[in-house]
């Protein structure tokens, strides 16, 4: 049974590094064609892809946010991470964690949880 | 970066009506790597339909899915009550992977 589940600071103050964490279970991100990713959902918005990586390290983000975003990984806990700098209110959303499957569609989701960017 | 436009916004529609949900990108998604999701308010989305048209583990046959190219549907046969949520069509055959805007289904 795939579980994946994020944590990390409900709360930051505007121009804070925000990190996020990804535990998962059921499968290894060491396993050829397998992901994870990172989306986020502002409050009554859409949903938006942040970053992903692969299992042989290839990463790839979200254009327009790139230069804010670092995903990494610590395969012994079955964990990754998502570093995003430079934290504004419009940064303010649920982060959800999700995996890629070898399909290359995302098949299960964290429960996410909500980030609020305020001073 | 392809942009998924949905249509139409809102669909107001009956318990045991047929749904049809549009999904146009702006340009080709590569291998029909589409997929549609469903979320419901305070829920992570969840996976209905992949490559266009394959149904995810565990998802009724009143959900399918169709389309090629940059023109994609979602169909709901017969609209249960516990179908009238938000849906999103996502492609993830280009970097970046992109959502549309969603498409509300209420009921009537």
């Known amino acids: 049974q795939i579980t994946l589940k994020e944590s990390g600071p409900t709360l930051v103050k505007p121009t804070q590094t925000l990190t996020l964490t990804c535990t998962f279970s059921g499968f290894s991100l060491s396993t050829s064609g397998v992901g994870m990713g990172w989306i986020r959902q502002p409050p009554g918005k859409a949903l938006e892809w942040l970053a992903l990586?692969?299992?042989?390290?290839?990463?790839r983000y979200r254009p327009s946010l790139k230069s804010r975003l670092t995903i990494t990984r610590d395969t012994s806990k079955n964990q990754v991470v998502l570093k995003m700098t430079n934290m504004d209110p419009a940064d303010t959303a649920t982060y959800y964690c999700?995996?890629?499957?070898?399909?290359?569609?995302?098949?299960?989701w964290g429960q996410g949880m909500l980030v609020t960017v305020s001073s | 970066e392809i942009v998924l436009t949905q249509t139409p916004g809102t669909l107001s529609l009956s318990p045991g009506e047929r749904a049809t949900l549009s999904c146009r990108a702006s340009q080709s998604v590569s291998s029909n790597y589409l997929a549609w999701y469903q979320q419901k308010p305070g829920q992570a989305p969840r996976l209905l339909i992949y490559?266009?048209?394959s149904r995810a583990t565990g998802i009724p046959d009143r959900f399918s899915g169709s389309g090629s190219g940059t023109d994609f549907s979602l169909t709901i046969s017969r609209l249960e009550p516990e179908d009238f949520a938000v849906y999103y069509c996502q492609q993830y055959g280009s970097s970046p992977r992109t959502f549309g805007q969603g498409t509300k289904v209420e009921i009537k």
């Open positions: 999700a995996n890629v499957a070898p399909g290359h569609y995302s098949d299960y």
């Open positions: 490559g266009a048209s």
């Open positions: 990586m692969y299992w042989n390290d290839d990463k």
